[in-house]
C-alpha cells in the first residue's frame, strides 16, 4: 500500500481502461468456443493438475447440458507500465501481464487506498509545510483541489456487488442464494468481506 498515489501517464491509462470491455467480450468468446479452448489447453492439461481439473468441470457440465441463460464474469488486469527511455519516439504505455478470471480479488482494497489517497491529498495538500510543497510539485498541480480531480474514481465496491445482484435477479429465482466459497487457508478475507457486505447492502433486504 502506497501512502500517496503514482503519477501514471494519462493518456496510456485512459487506453487501458477503454480496453477492458474488449478483454471482457474477448474471455467470454473463449469460454465458449470449446473446441479452441481445449485444444489449446491440452498441452498445460498434461503438465498441470489443476488445469486438467477445470478442463474436466467444463467437459462434465457442457455434457450435462446448460440450463442457465445469463452468466457473469468478474476479471482482473494486471498491467506495468512500460517507459522507453528517453532517445526512443515510443509513448509510454501499460502491458498486460495477467488476466485473472479465477482470482480476481483485490478490488475492495484498491477501492480503499484509492479513498486513503483523497483523504491525505485532500487534508495535507494545501497545507504550508514541506510534505504538501512536495505533493503539489509531485503531481503538478497547484492545490488540494487539483490534486483530488486528477484522481481517477475507483467504483469497484460499486460495480462488483452490483453485477453479483444484478446477476441474482437475471436469475429469476427469489429464493436463490449468492453462494461466496471461502477456503479454510484464506488470507484475503478482508478484501472479501467488503464484497459480501457491500452486497447485502445491495440485495440483502429484497
Known sequence: VALLPEPLPQ?????????S?????LVDAVSRDLDWLYSTLEAAS?????????VDI???VQRGGLRQKAYLGIHRSDYMLHQP????AEAPRFLQVELNTIASSMGAHA?????LHRFLLGRYGDGAGETASALREHFHAGSASALLEALPPNPVLQRVPGALARA??????AEAKV?????????NYADQRWMEYRLWEDLGQE
Not at 21 to 25: A, E, H, K, S, V
Not at 46 to 54: G, I
Not at 85 to 88: E, F, K, L, R
Not at 111 to 115: F, L, T
Open 11 to 19: 493518456r496510456a491509462f485512459e487506453e487501458v481502461v477503454a480496453l
Open 21 to 25: 470491455p474488449l478483454w471482457n467480450r
Open 46 to 54: 498434461v503438465a498441470d493438475a489443476f488445469t486438467q481439473r477445470l
Open 58 to 60: 467444463c467437459k462434465e
Open 85 to 88: 527511455d528517453a532517445s526512443a
Open 111 to 115: 477501492a480503499n487506498v484509492a479513498g
Open 168 to 173: 441474482h435477479r437475471l436469475y429469476g429465482v
Open 179 to 187: 453462494l461466496m466459497v471461502v477456503q479454510a487457508s484464506e488470507r
